[in-house]
């Protein structure tokens, strides 16, 4: 049997490799060329060019750009009117981001738990969460697979409530033959780099109202319109506008529409091998003792961002915390997605304790992203493959 690195073995190879990392190509960086030598490089022509490749790419009516993913979220909860003394539901498996925007508002996170074998948000136990305070719902596409959105629509057409899908991991997925953001009431999606397609940082809401659209556009824009509809008063002149709400400025540049615009027409390029990754491990992993998959959604075409393995300490001799040192002593780094939201000493002190949703929790303890990024060579998947194998392998119980 091959020897694991930590215990002294040859790593599987020579060079670091990550567990995300991001692809510019010599079109990205033309464009964005492009753009510092025009006259616009923020409210420029990039952004609505950019707008509108979001809403053919999902289907969806309107699209918000904005500075980043956690920016989108916080317009889609302000123009789904949470305020002081709501609460909103989300997932305790996420980057913090998905809870901290009901917090800017003034309102309440409640942590639904997640499915064990999906890994996404419970319908059952979001429908268990609601009180006559919930306002809306924030559901995550963990890893990039769709939230169960028939049934999340339901249950929020059924009580009122607003369904934000936070879909960081999504841009790519297809729910039921649908692309995600076109399908929940609002979709955000952000672009940091280690998401499927980047401007550096950046995010995006898209909808089919056109009603959260025209308050998006204010939240994201100091809650300024130069709109005729929207005014109080007759106008000044051609320089006119009023402030007509309290909003912030979330603008994207252009120099960052233009690269994303850019990485936009390799999105199915990009999709295309992910899946591709995701399908060689997932045919390496299946049944190796030790280590348990993320189990898929039939109804979620899914454009991989994260591919998780969980490690089962009953299964092995060494837990989730030396496998993660074995791997990186092969020179594979991951990462792990996410630590519960409410584990943070923020939301501690906040009230919130452990115990809260165990599944989450128990998932959190065997979890570790392992690398999967457009650019990965076939050696680099069989490295990753062959490292996770052999330390399987050695430390099996
Ligand atoms: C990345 C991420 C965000 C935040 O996006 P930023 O662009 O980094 O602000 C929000 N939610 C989830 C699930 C994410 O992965």
Redesign the pocket.
């Known amino acids: 049997m091959e020897k694991p690195a930590v215990c002294g073995g040859k790593p599987v190879r020579e060079t670091k490799i990550f567990y995300g990392h991001q692809y510019i190509d010599e079109a990205d960086i033309e464009a964005v060329v492009r753009v510092m030598r025009s006259d616009y490089l923020t409210c420029g022509p990039q952004i609505a060019q950019l707008e509108e490749k979001l809403c053919q790419i999902t289907g969806a009516q309107y699209a918000v750009v904005c500075s980043?993913?956690?920016?989108?979220?916080h317009i889609a909860c302000l123009a789904a009117g949470v305020g002081e003394g709501d609460e909103v539901i989300t997932s305790p498996l996420?980057?913090a981001?998905?809870a901290n925007c009901a917090l800017y508002c003034g309102a309440k996170p409640v942590f639904a738990d997640v499915n064990g074998e999906t890994y996404n948000i419970d319908p059952t136990a979001v429908a268990a969460g609601i009180t006559s305070y919930t306002k809306a719902v924030v559901a995550?596409d963990?890893g990039g697979q769709s939230v169960e959105l028939d049934e999340l629509r339901s249950i929020c057409r059924e009580r009122g409530l607003v369904l934000i899908e936070?879909g960081?991991?999504v841009i790519g997925t297809r729910y039921k033959g649908k692309p995600n953001g076109s399908i929940a009431d609002m979709t955000?999606f952000?672009?940091?780099p280690?998401?499927t397609v980047t401007s550096g940082?950046?995010?995006a809401v898209l909808t089919n109202s056109k009603e959260y659209y025209q308050k998006l556009k204010l939240f994201r824009e100091h809650g300024i319109t130069r709109e005729a509809g929207l005014m109080q008063y007759p106008s000044h002149g051609n320089w006119y506008y009023e402030q007509i709400l309290l909003g912030m400025n979330y603008r994207m540049t252009d120099i960052q529409a233009a690269l994303l615009n850019s990485q936009l027409d390799k999105l199915p390029l990009f999709s295309e091998q992910r899946k591709a990754i995701a399908a060689r491990y997932d045919q390496a992993f299946t049944g190796l003792k030790g280590i348990r998959l993320q189990k898929e959604n039939p109804d979620s075409d899914t454009t991989r961002?994260l591919y998780m393995i969980r490690v089962l300490e009953e299964e092995l001799t060494i837990g989730r915390k030396e496998f993660f040192e074995a791997l990186t002593a092969e020179n594979i780094c991951g990462n792990v997605?996410y630590i519960p939201v409410y584990f943070h000493p923020y939301y501690e002190q906040l009230g919130y304790r452990k115990g809260l949703c165990p599944i989450a929790e128990k998932i959190y303890e065997g979890i570790i992203s392992i690398p999967l990024y457009y650019g990965m060579t076939d050696q680099d998947v069989d490295d990753v493959i062959r490292g996770v194998t052999k330390i399987a392998g050695y430390f099996e119980r």
Do not use: C, I, R, Y
């Open positions: 980043n993913g956690t920016a989108a979220l996420t980057f981001a998905s995550v963990f936070d960081a991991h955000t952000s672009f940091h280690v998401k940082e950046g995010g961002h997605h």
